[in-house]
T-cell receptor, first 112, second 116 residues
Framework: RKEVEQDPGPFNVPEGATVAFNCTYSNSASQSFFWYRQDCRKEPKLLMSVYSSGNEDGRFTAQLNRASQYISLLIRDSKLSDSATYLCVVMPNAGNNRKLIWGLGTSLAVNP | DTAVSQTPKYLVTQMGNDKSIKCEQNLGHDTMYWYKQDSKKFLKIMFSYNNKELIINETVPNRFSPKSPDKAHLNLHINSLELGDSAVYFC???????????????FGPGTRLTVT
């Protein structure tokens, strides 16, 4: 089983749609969780950290389910500018090695 | 006021050459990273330094040598470049610890290396 798994997509949705991505992780002791977005030929940019109680930032909502070892990202009222690859990222431990484990990303295309 | 900067942005060179990429962050972070993203878009960690100390050293050919003169800078030197080294190299930084904002990595714009 991969350490971090995502459905690569692509997800094609119309503007205004609600879309959700899931990501599973294998290490039950994982400490920190993030969603990043990466536009074509650009660097990954932090979208949001994912907290145990779930968190929301505008149209974006992230949830963590430790029992089932998955995190999710919900995008409401999709905009054309949301088209990007969304990367699920997990930090397995809080020790001196702060290595992040990256998913391969889920591609989203929002269409007019 | 760029947070994480890298130079050069593009690098085209021939096989066998030696080249360096520089990275600087002005976020006051204590940890810096080098990643490689190949044509398949997989983001692979190469190295990480915390306060100038190497803490992550993945399985990378020893032709790649990182150097951190201080905690705001992390450079990558590559000897005897090979075709397979062609990729985008990203520098990133983060602040270690527990709590909100910790361990969030911020990336530079990338260096697109093409070896011919």
């Amino acid at each position: 089983r991969k350490e971090v798994e995502q459905d690569p997509g692509p997800f094609n949705v119309p503007e205004g749609a609600t879309v959700a991505f899931n990501c599973t992780y294998s290490n039950s002791a994982s400490q920190s969780f993030f969603w990043y977005r990466q536009d074509c030929r650009k660097e990954p940019k932090l979208l949001m950290s994912v907290y145990s109680s779930g968190n929301e930032d505008g149209r974006f909502t992230a949830q963590l389910n430790r029992a089932s070892q998955y995190i999710s990202l919900l995008i409401r009222d999709s905009k054309l500018s949301d088209s990007a690859t969304y990367l699920c990222v997990v930090m397995p431990n809080a020790g001196n090695n702060r290595k992040l484990i990256w998913g391969l990303g889920t591609s989203l295309a929002v269409n007019p | 006021d760029t947070a994480v900067s890298q130079t050069p942005k593009y690098l085209v060179t021939q096989m066998g050459n030696d080249k360096s990429i520089k990275c600087e962050q002005n976020l006051g972070h204590d940890t810096m990273y080098w990643y490689k993203q190949d044509s398949k878009k997989f983001l692979k960690i190469m190295f990480s330094y915390n306060n100038k100390e190497l803490i992550i050293n993945e399985t990378v050919p020893n032709r790649f040598s990182p150097k951190s003169p201080d905690k705001a800078h992390l450079n990558l030197h590559i000897n005897s470049l090979e075709l397979g080294d062609s990729a985008v190299y990203f520098c990133a930084s983060s602040q270690a610890g527990q709590g909100a904002g910790r361990n969030e990595q911020y990336f530079g714009p990338g260096t697109r290396l093409t070896v011919t």
